[in-house]
């Protein structure tokens, strides 16, 4: 048990009074004076040449300020991962969302007016949407300046020698295992303000959870358009959900940028539902052949995959997810001879992005589903199958991870026992289990990985922290305050956590890869450090002790069992700061953690530390209609030290929740590129009604490098709740669904299919 | 074309010129300002646009505003007390996790609201029944239930 004041505390989140009483100020609430309104109009086809625009009548529409074109545009003004899209199209069009004007106007309603009088001439080409066709060379290019639709990046490694441990190897299993679209749903939809001041300097409010490097993106967009040298403020209102769909910026960004300029007023740019789901970016898709072998005792031989991701038509984040699905592919469970081998393919269906769990999904929903395959093969009860491989403390995975802590033992034990405690002989009743690895110690997939913290502290203790990290309801603030609190002995309530504003907090490379506890964190941290360390200086001189005998806690700063060496430290800092040569504390951190970027062979260690978990499921299938019922959910995870139990909790159950429509009912539908679901009724999302039991199990296994002992939780929830699904299926009814999500058609399709097979 | 009308709005009498074609999410956010109602689809689908209209709770970004006239209407602005004390509904969200984004909770709390008004002793079944038109992304609704359930206990069904 550990004996921290403030740290491991159900302590409600900061601004949960502020959104209870509707006072929070999301992006859809800022109005500022003089503001437009912009729109979006997006391509009418998957592929085709744009050949003449006219805009005369929009722009002659009472009430328009600004009609662009793929014209409007500066040549250097591009985005996404080989910054190459620029936000609005020229002569050409290669998706559904390619955009292809933009206007502002004096109201909402005339900007969509406007977009309806825009004439634009088009000639279809023909499209791929496809990914393995889109491979053969006589496929139609969706980028004709590249020779093929194959990105040039080579995601590919191996390690050992798979073809040998494969002759070695007692049982095999192969299959394929396909993925779909997904996508955020973020009940706040995108949206942004941009406004320019006197000197062509921007201020952007926008929804991002990468402000500084979208600080740096839109300095570009300014440079590409002749402005040099200006400022860029980035302001983060309330954001209403995030989930990885922020971590690039976007055309809607960039084109709010070009109209206020050209208007020389704000704009406005929110997307409606629609555009949430038609013109951001989802989950990749993935085609998955995995081949797994072990030896007679179950000890896991190799694995060796082989992948193509759909990569849509222009290339942002998603494009990298192989780097994550390393991941697991190389280090969940020890193996010693791994092969991995991923293509991103253009076709002229939407983009990807990140979305939680960064890859890790897919790989698992492969990996998982075909360990219980292969321990089925090789006769041996899956839980066990699973104990018999499990990662330890200590041990270096191939890929080069240290695994440093690792509760995945207690994990598998916790689940088995809850699972088992119902007995399971009911028919058309199965129980199926998946584990996970995800990094917890950040993840070093760009040059620095670090986060800045500033703290400074007034006469009446209360702290200000303005950190680099971003809240987008998972709790950074709370975890923020906590540590700071605890570090200096105040109570929360004295902490005032600003992590909203680029013009006053520092740099941070984003709320990604599940980072922000332990990077955001171990920031704070070491400011706290700093200002503690000062406090007991004085201390020390004012209360006529050693600094180590002091303690702060509850808001004082005492010598333990003597009354007289005590000293509330509100009074301790005015003492500190009224008196000749008088000082207030302030101090400021940058955390990059120590973690490596992935070299040669994509070996090194990523992250500082990993952290684990294991979901067991029990389901009843109905086997007339094939509809799964989730009757039981146990999550299990390693989470280092819970800073906030409460909302860890949150973050499990939410990212089970949403694992589960992953496994079970989300699916953007996607005919010839056209999005045909882009809305709640049409695309399932898990509701109120659908809700089911979860029972989170959390497990501290303090980790030296975390604060106060943490790991990152954001995403892990969600990883492995679709093999956990599929697995128990499985075993309620005997068939094997390999693509997502699983549907009750594709149950009672396969369950017909079974009973047609004769016995053997 | 333009209609006055008039309601009864968080306990104040108001009287506004509307458009006809306005929707009561609109009066309320647009033109009012009172943002703590949420548009997150703006088609029925999502709950979060949720407002108690005559003591039941609909999606305001369906429900015509010149429909209000005449009408007592509840917001979330109109929850917490003068001096700031939040409503057992609130302070339970806030206590048990029910909040994280946020966007969902003012449809949710004001649904919740309207369920517990009407049955002050609801189960589960009944919470999940009454929210079931109200989606969020963030929580997996269950410290959404609990809230409800915490609130319940606190006396929810007051004002
Ligand atoms: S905004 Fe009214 S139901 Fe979604
Ligand atoms: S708290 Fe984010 S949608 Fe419910």
Redesign the pocket.
């Known amino acids: 048990m550990s004996n921290y004041n403030v740290v491991g505390k159900r302590i409600p989140k900061l601004d949960a009074a502020q959104k209870a009483m509707g006072r929070a100020e999301y992006i859809q609430d800022i109005k500022l004076p003089g503001m437009l309104y912009g729109k979006i109009l997006y391509s009418k086809y998957a592929h085709a040449k744009i050949i003449k625009i006219d805009i005369s009548k929009a722009k002659a529409l009472p009430g328009v300020h600004a009609v662009l074109t793929g014209n409007d545009v500066p040549e250097k003004m591009k985005m996404g991962f080989y910054k190459d899209n620029p936000p609005i199209k020229k002569g050409k069009v290669c998706s559904f969302r390619d955009e292809v004007a933009a206007v502002a106007a004096k109201t909402p309603e005339i900007a969509k007016k406007a977009l309806g009088l825009i004439e634009i001439e088009y000639e279809e080409l023909e499209g791929i949407f496809d990914p393995e066709k889109a491979m053969e060379k006589e496929s139609p290019l969706v980028h004709e300046h590249s020779k093929s639709n194959v990105l040039n990046l080579p995601w590919k490694l191996h390690y050992g020698d798979v073809e040998k441990a494969q002759e070695e190897a007692a049982f095999v299993v192969e299959d394929r295992f396909t993925t779909t679209w997904v996508t955020h749903c973020c009940m706040g939809t995108s949206g942004a303000v941009a406004l320019f001041d006197a000197s062509d300097n921007l201020t952007i409010y926008t929804n991002t959870q990468i402000p500084s490097l979208a600080q740096k993106d839109f300095l570009e967009s300014l440079k590409a358009m002749g402005l040099k040298n200006k400022r860029v403020r980035v302001i983060k209102p309330i954001i209403g959900g995030g989930f990885g769909s922020k971590l690039d910026t976007y055309a809607y960004e960039h084109i709010a940028i070009l109209l206020a300029h050209k208007c020389r007023k704000p704009v406005k740019l929110i997307f409606d539902r629609m555009e949430e789901f038609t013109a951001t970016s989802t989950r990749q898709p993935a085609i998955i052949d995995i081949k797994q072998g072990c030896d007679k005792d179950g000890k896991l031989l190799f694995r060796d995959i082989k992948m193509i991701l759909d990569n849509g038509a222009h290339t942002s984040w998603g494009a990298t997810t192989p780097s994550v699905m390393m991941m697991p592919i190389t280090s969940l469970y020890r193996v010693d001879n791994v092969r991995y081998d991923a293509k991103c393919v253009y076709t002229n269906n939407t983009y990807s992005q990140a979305m939680r769990g960064y890859g890790n999904p897919q790989a698992t929903f492969a990996i998982e589903s075909s360990i219980d395959m292969l321990a089925e093969k090789a006769g041996i009860d899956p839980i066990e199958f699973r104990r018999i491989n499990r990662n330890h403390p200590g041990d270096i995975t191939p890929q080069g991870f240290k695994i440093t802590t690792c509760g995945m033992d207690l994990c598998l034990d916790t689940v088995e026992k809850e699972l088992r405690k119902t007995a399971s002989n009911e028919k058309s009743v199965g129980i199926g289990i998946a584990s996970l690895i995800h990094v917890g110690g950040g993840a070093r997939i760009y040059k620095s990985d670090g986060c800045g913290a500033i703290l400074k502290i007034d006469d009446y203790g209360k702290v200000d922290v303005f950190t680099g990290g971003t809240d987008m309801g998972q709790g950074l603030d709370n975890i923020t305050a906590q540590i700071v609190a605890e570090e200096l002995g105040l109570l929360v309530e004295d902490i005032n956590v600003v992590h909203s504003d680029t013009d006053v907090c520092p740099w941070d490379v984003g709320a990604h890869a599940s980072r922000s506890t332990f990077v955001a964190g171990n920031a704070a941290l070491g400011a706290a450090k700093k200002v503690k360390a000062k406090l007991l200086e004085f201390g020390s001189e004012i209360l006529d002790t050693p600094a180590e005998s002091l303690v702060l806690r509850d808001r004082l700063i005492f010598v333990p069992n003597d009354p007289e060496k005590s000293m509330p430290i509100d009074k301790l800092l005015r003492k500190a700061h009224f008196s000749p040569g008088g000082t207030m504390l302030m101090a400021d951190h940058f955390y990059d953690p120590a973690n490596e970027n992935l070299g040669k062979d994509f070996k090194g260690n990523m992250s500082m530390t990993y952290t684990f978990g294991v979901h067991g499921v029990r389901v009843k299938v109905d086997e007339e209609t094939g509809k799964v019922q989730v009757l039981e959910y146990v999550a299990a995870h390693d989470v280092g030290q819970a800073i906030n139990p409460l909302l860890l909790e949150g973050q499990v159950y939410g990212g089970v929740v949403m694992g589960l429509g992953y496994a079970l009912s989300e699916e953007v539908v996607h005919q010839n590129g056209k999005n045909m679901n882009a809305n709640f009724r049409d695309y399932k999302l898990f509701t109120a009604k659908d809700a089911v039991k979860i029972t989170a199990y959390v497990f501290e296994t303090p980790d030296e490098e975390g604060p106060f002992g943490a790991k990152g939780i954001g995403e892990p929830g969600c990883v492995p709740t679709a093999p956990a699904i599929a697995n128990a299926i499985y075993d309620a009814v005997g068939v094997r669904i390999t693509n997502l999500p699983i549907t009750p058609e594709k149950v009672l399709a396969a369950i017909k299919e079974k009973k047609k097979r004769p016995l053997n | 074309m333009t209609t006055n009308i008039s309601f009864l709005l968080n306990g104040d009498q108001i009287s506004y010129e509307i458009k006809d074609h306005w929707t009561l ?1 609109h009066l309320l956010r647009e033109e009012m300002g009172l943002i703590g109602t ?12 949720t407002v108690i209209v005559d003591k039941l709770a609909v ?4 429900y015509l505003a010149i429909d209000a006239d005449k009408k007592t209407i509840e917001t979330i602005e109109g929850l917490a007390s003068t001096d700031g004390t939040l409503h057992p509904l609130q302070q339970s969200f806030v206590d048990n996790g029910g909040i994280q984004c946020g966007f969902c909770t003012p449809g949710m709390i004001m649904s919740s609201k309207a369920l517990l008004d009407e049955n002050p002793n609801a189960g589960r079944e009944e919470i999940k029944h009454a929210l079931a038109g109200n989606i969020c992304r963030c929580t997996g609704y269950i410290q959404i239930f609990e809230s409800v359930e915490a609130a319940k206990k606190m006396g929810g069904q007051n004002e």
């Open positions: 999410l949420k548009e997150g689809c703006g088609n029925g689908e999502c709950g979060a646009c999606n305001s970004c369906l």
